[in-house]
């Protein structure tokens, strides 16, 4: 299951599920059109594929019909995004009923079977399992549920995360009592991951703890000073006992099948040797109990003991599924039934163990920083003695420089789908970055869509340029995309080019390069380039520095239109929908009026050509395909360096995309910010 509120992410996070076989997928939307919208898109595929769950939650008192504080009824007011709490309310209400869940962010993979990893050992043995962020702390961003008892740790953790936060909304009193700084600011900055953990690390060691208080307060000196504490013994007293039960590094025996399908060592191996053991970081979640003691140097009690409406609803949701629940961890009197629910076992997936090489788990769940920028997200890519590596992925974090990220990776490793992007955005056309609505300074920016586009033609970027030479010849293709009002092509950067190498390989390596995943032994994947492409023989590589929201879309006033642009995935897709129609001959060849023949191959001289000629010459053309096609393709044969005496207009147009596209001045930025791209 997944909670959002976008429909576009939705209907792609979605589509990789279902492609995945998993057609139990439960989407947690924020209103009821949004759910028709998503049927809408999938409505050609559902008598095939199956129907689409979709549901939500009501956004407005039944009563009065005004919108409740955080349009979910359990909250005075709001902390973050509604879907965040939504998501675990709808996963530990499916727990306390029986239900082993999958709880998923939409930026989650299906690289192979996850469920044959998990219900064998060593992963069968666990009732929750979450991806690692750092140290012991969680990442919500996936996490699966099995087998845990309705009224065990597991399900209690999937109560109280939420019921703390919902007794804050209503009722912090206590908080504001104990803190000056916090009565004048009134921020509370929790997230229902932070919360997660916390119950995780109360279940760790036996009683409840309420970390929160710790960032909530801050550096406020006199709220410690009450409990009798400081922030810095605040923050040992409660997290020394965990590294105390915490065991990192817990060690299982692997046999059969499984022991060909994990991995350890994503970066610098091909992970074709089978392994014997695995580790997984772990620790025994027992269920808590206060024994109606908070001592003062632990943090306290920080609620007030009479609950107010919306905690009192947020308990009957639970109550009402009538089943038995976790005892009362503030109640004396259930001190023994808390001693006596059985243990559950808790699991850390994807943990980055002794740097970057090294990731425990990720044969089950990865990142993109372990496993996918190194090649491993890459399903089609992979040769058949390295697939079934992996089980999922999470994009999370390490993602290069940039904007709509996470939607390009998508696109590179092969998780995208164009038909479902089309139904989506509502037109082939408008699939594309280049032609979506953004949200710009003033809010929502409806955007006319282009039908133009303008590229280099095959091998007139090639392997031979400099970085600096590559950017030239972007910055010409950029003039005459804002001069045709077309979409620029932003080229992809030949793999083999010195510049999108590792330093330690230039001038080591054999050219051409014979491709293989790992492919970070020796191409710069941290953050110069990310390969795509249709095999590994015909690998490509696009430069993120391009994905800069200005370089690609037009979020501006009306009026201040910038030009637009296409990453080399993108114009790779459109190709292979075009086919044929979009391939280059002399009917789509930009006319430079520079002679008739091309340069050869590895040309290194850059043409000039002047608006009024670009114009006169091309302007025919350009009218009479578009009368004729969905979506045209124009070739430039050379090199271009500039566009001359572009004026009006078009000039004002292409100043404003220079001075908003970063990758159009690049060498005019600090050295700093270039660094990484």
């Given amino acids: ?91 530990g209400r499916a727990v306390a009923l029986g239900y082993n869940v999958l ?41 699966y549920f099995q087998n845990a008892a309705s009224n065990g740790p597991v399900a209690w953790i999937l109560f109280d995360y939420m019921y703390r936060a919902v007794r804050w909304a209503e009722d912090d009193s206590w908080l504001a009592e104990m803190s000056p700084s916090y009565r004048k600011h009134r921020g509370m900055p929790i997230t229902e991951q932070g919360m997660l953990q916390e119950c995780v690390f109360s279940c760790a060691v036996g009683r409840p703890t309420y970390a929160a208080v710790l960032n909530i307060w801050r550096d406020d000196k006199e709220a410690y000073a009450k ?55 772990t620790v025994e979640l027992k269920m808590p109990h206060s024994g109606g003691q908070y ?88 040769p058949p003695v390295q697939r079934g590596k992996i089980g999922a992925g999470h994009m999370w974090a390490g993602l290069m420089p940039g904007d709509f990220q996470k939607h390009l990776i ?40 282009w039908r133009a586009v303008v590229a280099y033609a095959p091998g007139v970027v090639h392997p031979g340029l400099s970085k600096e030479q590559f950017l030239q010849a972007a910055a010409g293709l950029a003039q005459v995309a804002v001069a045709f009002r077309a979409i620029a092509a932003w080229p992809a950067v030949p793999c083999d080019s010195d510049w999108a190498l590792l330093p330690e390989v230039r001038g080591k390596i054999q050219k051409p390069i014979k491709h293989t995943i790992p492919w970070s032994t020796y ?26 929201v200005d370089c690609l ?35 789509n060849t930009i006319d430079l009026g520079a002679g008739p023949a091309p340069p050869s191959a590895g040309n290194m001289q850059f043409a000039t050509v002047s608006h009024s000629t670009l114009i006169s010459l091309n302007s025919e053309a350009l009218l009479s395909r578009l009368a004729m096609e969905t979506i045209a393709v124009f070739w430039l044969d050379r090199l271009l360096g500039s566009v001359a005496n572009m004026t009006g207009e078009a000039g004002e147009m292409y100043t404003r995309w220079h001075t908003k596209c970063q990758a159009l001045h690049y060498y005019t930025l600090p050295a700093a910010h270039r660094q990484l791209w």
């Fill in 1 to 91: 299951m997944w909670a959002d509120n976008r429909v576009l992410d939705g209907s792609q996070g979605l589509f990789r599920l279902r492609e995945a076989g998993y057609a139990h997928v439960l989407g947690v939307l924020e209103e009821p059109v949004q759910c028709e919208r998503l049927r809408f898109v999938f409505f050609p595929w559902l008598a095939e594929e199956g129907p689409v769950s979709c549901g939500t939650y009501a956004t407005k008192d039944p009563v009065t019909g005004k919108d409740y504080p955080f349009r979910f009824n359990y909250f005075a007011k709001g902390f973050g995004m509604s879907a965040w709490w939504k998501k675990f309310f709808t996963a």
């Fill in 103 to 143: 709880a998923v962010d939409l930026d989650v993979m299906i690289m192979d079977d996850w469920y044959w990893r998990v219900k064998q050992p060593p992963l069968s043995n666990y009732h929750m399992l979450s991806q690692n962020e750092w140290g012991i702390n969680l990442n919500c961003g996936f996490m």
């Fill in 227 to 281: 409990l009798n504490t400081t922030e810095h013994e605040l923050f040992k007293a409660l997290h020394d006992p965990l590294h105390k039960v915490w065991e990192e590094r817990k060690a299982y025996n692997v046999t059969g099948e499984l022991a060909a399908a994990v991995c350890e060592q994503y970066k610098k191996t091909n992970c074709t040797a089978p392994m014997t053991r695995v580790a997984i970081s």
């Fill in 295 to 382: 001592p003062l140097h632990l943090g306290g009690y920080p609620f007030n003991k009479t609950l107010g409406r919306w905690a009192l609803a947020y308990k009957a949701a639970f109550a009402e599924l009538g089943v038995p629940l976790p005892p009362d961890p503030e109640d004396p009197a259930t001190a023994a039934a808390a001693n006596a629910t059985k243990p559950e076992l808790f699991g850390y997936l994807a943990v980055r163990d002794g740097g970057e090489s090294h990731c425990m788990g990720c044969w089950a769940q990865s990142t993109w920083m372990m496993a996918g920028k190194h090649g491993w997200w890459h399903r089609h890519l992979l």
């Fill in 410 to 449: 998508y696109m590179w490793t092969g998780h995208w789908n164009r038909r479902i992007a089309a139904r989506a955005s509502e037109g082939r056309q408008r699939m594309f970055l280049a032609n979506q609505p953004v949200q710009g300074p003033g809010g929502r920016v409806e955007v006319p869509e």
């Fill in 523 to 548: 191409l710069d994947t941290t953050f110069q380039v990310v390969p795509f492409g249709d095999s590994l023989e015909s690998l490509q590589c696009d430069w993120p520095g391009f994905s800069h």
């Fill in 553 to 587: 879309v037009n979020r501006q006033h009306q009026g201040q239109e910038v030009g637009r642009g296409m990453m080399g995935v993108e114009f790779a897709a459109l190709r292979s929908v075009l086919g044929g129609r979009g391939a280059a001959s002399t009917q």
